[in-house]
């Protein structure tokens, strides 16, 4: 068990960065494509940048079992392909 976890911790971290950077992105674009929020765009960006990096966290540690190899091995086993029991050619 603390192995997946460790796994999982390694995973998010990973996928962290990459999950903010487009978070804070689409964020930054939000308030500049807005002429509401560009008045006030300091106050927005620095709750921007606070949101992104609060918010990516769970994000990235929900999606980390899904990449995970394991997570995929186990899911196949469970559910088998519908083609594997189809009747062949032989040659």
Partial sequence: MAREIGTRAQIAL???STLNVVLFTAGVY???LSPTLNA???FWLA???AASVIVT???AWGLA???NADY???KMLA???PLASAPTREF
């Fill in 14 to 16: 990973l996928l962290y």
């Fill in 30 to 32: 939000v308030v500049m």
């Fill in 40 to 42: 006030y765009a300091g």
């Fill in 47 to 49: 709750g921007i940048v």
């Fill in 57 to 59: 966290a769970p994000i």
């Fill in 65 to 67: 079992p899904r990449l």
């Fill in 72 to 74: 995929w091995r186990k």
């Fill in 79 to 81: 559910n088998p392909s």
